[in-house]
């Protein structure tokens, strides 16, 4: 049965869509605003809040009001908005329940499935690096790591990007770095950046395998699902969404572009 049959069995079925699509829309409105006072510390005012959300200042005011009212922002006193403390109460429960690995690991295990390398999430702990967690490739010939081992930051894919070496890439692209023989001489790799809430390095996740499978055309086609592999870590780490969604471009350790 279709929306229109439904709509006409039952008239109030079809008017409630309206003040149903009103409602999400009030609330995204509502939760834009909230997103305006991360990019930036200190009091907004009600016209900054317009100018920067696109919205009519009795719109913005509105959303404030209830935002507001439910303790997510307050008046400062020198008359301009800034984050409640309910923000922070969210934050503290956020921090309490948060295990990254309910996160990653599904990740990890549908990107080993899609990709048929060995996906893995690494973290930098001083001039280490780490294998946090990591997803075996289903095919029977693959490379080996020890999780208990800590790895210098060396050249590998990896390495290079918890050096921070894709911080002065163009920033209109998702960096993905691309290594062989650095550890071994018959394990190649992949990495990218997973980003954190303020736009830093959360760690890299990276995909690897025999040397002889990481040729040219097949990298090109492990490109995108490792980017949107990243892309989706970052977002549920908060990761800045103008920086997610961006087109991969694959350098090797000599940052040529691929």
Known sequence: MSKSDVSDLDPAAGAAEPSRRAGINAVERALGILDLFIASEGPKSLAELSKASGLVKPTVLRCLVSLEHMGYVVRSPSGGYVLGAKVMQLGRTYRASFRLDDYAVPILR????SSGESASFHVREHDKRLCLFRIESPQSVRDFV??????????SSMGMILSGADEGQDNSVRTVFSSAGVRNAQTASMATAVL?????CAGAIALTGPVNRFTVKEKKRLLPLL?????RLSTMLGGPRERLGRRPR???AQSSEI
């Open 196 to 200: 954190t809430a303020g736009g830093g």
């Open 250 to 252: 694959l350098v090797d």
């Open 227 to 231: 980017s949107e592999a990243a892309d």
């Open 110 to 113: 549908e990107l080993a499935q």
């Open 146 to 155: 020890d999780l208990a081992i800590a790895f210098p930051i060396d050249d």
